[in-house]
């Protein structure tokens, strides 16, 4: 069975910091590239964060570039989003994406609520 789990999310207040973790199975980890996105209520699925495995190369959007940072461990077949000076805008669903383009494998997670507030 194919599995992407969410976790980490929680309440934290403007300024602080979260580590979002996705525990991948059921499929080969390494050779997909790993997404994080977020969908806020009323708003589209965005893409966050992106990594790839034989480049290692990361891409973000505008709004978190210096804020968090995406990182994967393939012997864990984990993924992981830290995030720091967290904002109200960050408040969104979490969601983790596997993508291999060659096997042609688009798996995701249920998503982890991530709530930015005083």
């Known amino acids: 069975q194919v599995q992407l789990v969410e976790s980490g999310g929680g309440l934290v207040q403007p300024g602080g910091s979260l580590r979002l973790s996705c525990a991948a199975s059921?499929?080969?980890?390494?050779?997909?590239?790993m997404s994080w996105y977020r969908q806020a209520p009323g708003k589209e699925r965005a893409l966050v964060a992106a990594?790839?495995?034989?480049?290692?190369?990361?891409a973000y959007v505008d709004s978190v570039k210096g804020r968090f940072t995406i990182r994967r461990d393939n012997a864990k077949n984990t993924v992981y989003l830290d995030m720091n000076s967290l904002q109200p805008e960050d408040t969104a669903v979490y969601y983790c994406?596997?993508?291999?383009?060659?096997?042609?494998?688009?798996?995701w997670g249920q998503g982890t609520q991530v709530t930015v507030s005083s």
């Open positions: 994406n596997a993508q291999d383009r060659w096997r042609k494998t688009d798996y």
């Open positions: 059921g499929f080969t980890f390494s050779p997909h590239v």
């Open positions: 990594i790839t495995t034989a480049s290692g190369s990361t």
